[in-house]
């Protein structure tokens, strides 16, 4: 059973999402917060799979809330997914460096919203594919560094492990498509990249692929 905390600060949408999921089987959703403060409280009581997390709310803000999650031990199974009604880039990258496992937009399709929680529960990082896409176009139009490290300092096979998780493929994908075991693409995409490849690289590698959003 997938265990989901939902955090955010509209009644309504909590409402809407927790009607979604209790249609599941395999979820269940075990406690509801208004505001990042309390969301982190019903995290360490009731340490979820998941937690939904908003960004912008009272007291505490969904960012803050990922961070501290993230820096607890005691919480390393918790899995943050934030969902919010912004696509904005600096939400993206702060989500993401506060230690959030993905990051999805409210307008999400249900079956999507239902797939993202379990692949979010599997210990997988995942972003929206429209996300992704903006991150990359980002990166690829921005100028070379001018410090020195980036792609040169990877093997030829992080390089294609890159290149994979630029198009989406999840884990288990990029080892079928490397002939690698799933655990040697995860440590690849779990290893700490040079300062000039953009963070989310590695995390959008376990974002579903195209076709099943």
Partial sequence: MIRVLLVDDQPLIRSGFRALLDLE????VVAEAADGREGLALVAEHL??????????????????????????ALAGVHVVVLTNYGMDEY??????AGAA???????????????VR???????????AITRKLIDRYVTQPPPARPGGLEELTGREREV????????????IADRLVISPATAKTHVNRPWPSSVPATAPNSSSSPTSPAW
Avoid at 162 to 173: C, I, K, P, R
């Fill in 48 to 73: 979820p799979d998941v937690a939904l997390m908003d960004i912008q709310m009272p007291l505490m803000d969904g960012i803050e809330a990922t961070r501290r999650i993230a820096a607890d031990p």
């Fill in 102 to 116: 993905g990051f999805l937009v409210k307008d999400i399709l249900p079956e999507d919203f239902l797939h993202a």
């Fill in 119 to 129: 692949v979010a529960a599997r210990g997988d990082a995942l972003l929206a594919p």
């Fill in 162 to 173: 890159v290149a994979l998780a630029a198009q989406g493929l999840s884990n288990d994908e």
């Fill in 92 to 97: 993206v990258f702060d989500a993401l460096r």
């Fill in 25 to 28: 089987d395999d979820i269940e």
